[in-house]
């Protein structure tokens, strides 16, 4: 599986974006798939996921009731829709796969990566 992810930018505090991430692959649509994000300096950290049908969502609490993780098996793209952001958003994100489908926020578990999608919020 290849994982491409867009939609990056620069935004204003309080402004809203969408990442895409696009990917290739028979059985994309049996894999839990994630976001992270990592900021200048730190680690890479878990941000939403969404199992195999969309019936299950996962969220960081720092990212509870702003950001939306979707997906759609037929266009093999997960979405991750930001509102509500702030400075400490600013980071690097990635979308990642998991060939598990069971949850899990541990960036060890997931087994593809996209190339990542700088988000830069300005206060």
């Known amino acids: 599986v290849q994982l491409q992810a867009s939609g990056g930018g620069l935004v204003q505090a309080g402004g809203s974006l969408r990442l895409s991430c696009a990917a290739s692959?028979?059985?994309?649509?049996?894999?839990?798939l994630g976001w992270f994000c990592q900021a200048p300096g730190k680690e890479r950290e878990f941000v939403a996921a969404?199992?195999?049908?969309?019936?299950?969502?996962y969220y960081a609490d720092s990212v509870k009731g702003r950001f939306t993780i979707s997906r759609d098996n037929a266009k093999k793209s997960v979405y991750l829709h930001m509102n509500s952001l702030t400075p400490e958003d600013t980071a690097v994100y990635y979308c990642?796969?998991?060939?598990?489908?069971?949850?899990?926020?541990?960036?060890?578990?997931?087994?593809?990566w996209g190339q990542g999608t700088l988000v830069t919020v300005s206060s």
């Open positions: 990642a796969a998991k060939k598990d489908y069971e949850y899990s926020h541990d960036v060890k578990e997931y087994d593809y």
């Open positions: 692959g028979r059985t994309f649509s049996t894999y839990l």
């Open positions: 969404i199992n195999w049908s969309g019936g299950s969502t």
